[in-house]
């Protein structure tokens, strides 16, 4: 089963071209009911960028994360990985695409019965057919990226939270996926610790030559890490560009967010805004 896996996940990667995006949204519209979370969400990723996808909590960020992964289907629209529409794969094939993503969760999402090394250890033994002295040389090789080949016998309650951050990209990157996922990889961090989980996500998807998307809320994560950056305001996106184009933004709402300021048009008739006796 294992090599099938393998060797159906290959031929997803060798069908599509250097030049198309590995991910894309194509008028994507998702609804819950009568509530709808995205309307009319285009994006697409370009090889070795990171996409990083920004707004207010609540927005819709992580729901994308969950489209991509072929978890949740678009009420309407297209969702491509790699070229192929997921809503049109087979389980086995959407199984085979799901294997060439990693997840980084906000909380890690470790395990809590195993060791770190297991958790990383885990999707190998499922996912392919190598032996017991190969997963181990790539646990290993993991676990020094993110330095903690000393902590790889720890359990995840014995980890700080840097260290289960660094735990949950090493178990991203075991399967060498094209295309990882990061959910608010730096929430509940120090500043220090951030910039340090920043830099490290900015060498590995560098030296690993893999494109990435990024949901966060905290601005100073998002420039240091973005080669693009788009916001997500209400299921819209308001505004896709560089870093750069993004901090000259006249959109208001871009504006406002930025600069974590409370006045201006993202509260204005917001029952959370409590300065306005209006609302």
């Known amino acids: 089963m294992a090599d099938g896996m393998i060797g159906a996940a290959a031929t997803l990667i060798s069908q599509r071209s250097s030049d198309q995006p590995?991910?894309?949204?194509?008028?994507?519209?998702?609804?819950?009911?009568?509530?709808?979370?995205?309307?009319?969400?285009?994006?697409?990723?370009?090889?070795?960028?990171?996409?990083?996808?920004?707004?207010?909590?609540?927005?819709?960020?992580t729901t994308i994360l969950r489209l991509v992964l072929?978890?949740?289907?678009?009420?309407?629209?297209?969702?491509?990985?790699?070229?192929?529409?997921?809503?049109?794969?087979?389980?086995?094939?959407?199984?085979?695409?799901?294997?060439?993503?990693?997840?980084?969760?906000?909380?890690?999402a470790l395990l809590s019965s195993l060791t770190?090394?297991?958790?990383?250890?885990?999707?190998?033994?499922?996912?392919?057919?190598?032996?017991r002295g190969e997963i181990d040389r790539v646990v290993d090789e993991k676990l020094a990226l993110v330095e903690l080949r000393d902590d790889g016998d720890l359990l995840p309650y014995e980890l700080s939270g840097g260290m289960r951050k660094r735990a949950g990209l090493a178990r991203a990157l075991v399967l060498d996926p094209e295309l990882i996922l990061f959910d608010e990889p730096t929430a509940g961090l120090d500043p220090v610790i951030s910039a340090?989980?920043?830099?490290?996500?900015?060498?590995?998807?560098?030296?690993?030559k893999v494109t990435s998307i990024v949901v966060t809320h905290l601005m100073d994560s998002a420039f240091r890490v973005a080669t693009r950056m788009a916001m997500l305001h209400e299921g819209v996106i308001i505004q896709d560009g560089?870093?750069?184009?993004?901090?000259?933004?006249?959109?208001?709402?871009?504006?406002?967010f930025l600069s974590g300021s409370p006045e201006g048009p993202m509260l204005a008739r917001s029952k959370y805004h409590m300065l306005s006796p209006e609302d």
């Not at 995205?38 to 990723?45: I, P, Q, T």
């Not at 770190?116 to 032996?131: D, F, G, M, S």
């Open 22 to 61: 590995v991910v894309e949204l194509c008028h994507v519209d998702l609804r819950f009911g009568d509530k709808q979370v995205l309307n009319n969400v285009s994006l697409s990723v370009q090889p070795q960028e990171r996409l990083v996808i920004v707004g207010l909590s609540g927005a819709g960020k």
């Open 70 to 108: 072929g978890i949740l289907p678009p009420t309407s629209g297209l969702v491509r990985f790699q070229g192929r529409d997921l809503a049109l794969l087979s389980r086995r094939e959407l199984q085979c695409a799901r294997s060439r993503i990693g997840m980084v969760y906000q909380d890690a």
């Open 116 to 131: 770190v090394r297991e958790n990383l250890a885990l999707p190998l033994r499922e996912w392919t057919n190598k032996t």
């Open 196 to 208: 340090v989980i920043d830099q490290l996500i900015l060498d590995l998807t560098e030296r690993s």
């Open 242 to 256: 560089t870093p750069d184009e993004m901090r000259h933004s006249t959109n208001p709402y871009v504006a406002q």
